[in-house]
Nanobody
């Protein structure tokens, strides 16, 4: 049984920082892709950062430089360090897990497993 649980969201002022965590259990891919998506009200989900089992990372232009994705395999955890936050970053943030091929793009359908999301509000 795969479970992804996000935490670390909250209210932060513009220019501030937050660190999101995603605790993963039951993920059995030998080669995988982990991703952070976000969704704002009335908008389509947006893939913003991914990392694969080799540690290769990819970022959407909207968050490049400001956000950093990382993982601690010993803790089965995924992280998203967010800095220089802007009101436009307000969204529910979700972590996802899928096979390695899912890292080839930002198609949410490539990921089999999702967490419940954590709200980030920048105001």
């Amino acid at each position: 049984h795969v479970q992804l649980v996000e935490s670390g969201g909250g209210l932060v002022q513009p220019g501030g920082s937050l660190r999101l965590s995603c605790a993963a259990s039951g993920v059995t891919y030998s080669s995988y892709c982990m991703v952070w998506f976000r969704q704002s009200p009335g908008k389509e989900p947006e893939g913003i950062a991914s990392i694969d089992s080799d540690g290769s990372t990819n970022y959407a232009d909207s968050v490049k430089v400001r956000f950093t994705i990382s993982q601690d395999r010993s803790k089965n955890s995924l992280y998203l360090q967010m800095s220089s936050l802007e009101p436009e970053d307000t969204a529910v943030y979700y972590c996802g897990a899928g096979p390695l091929a899912a890292c080839g793009g930002w198609w949410s359908g490539g990921f089999e497993y999702w967490g419940q999301g954590t709200q980030v509000t920048v105001s």
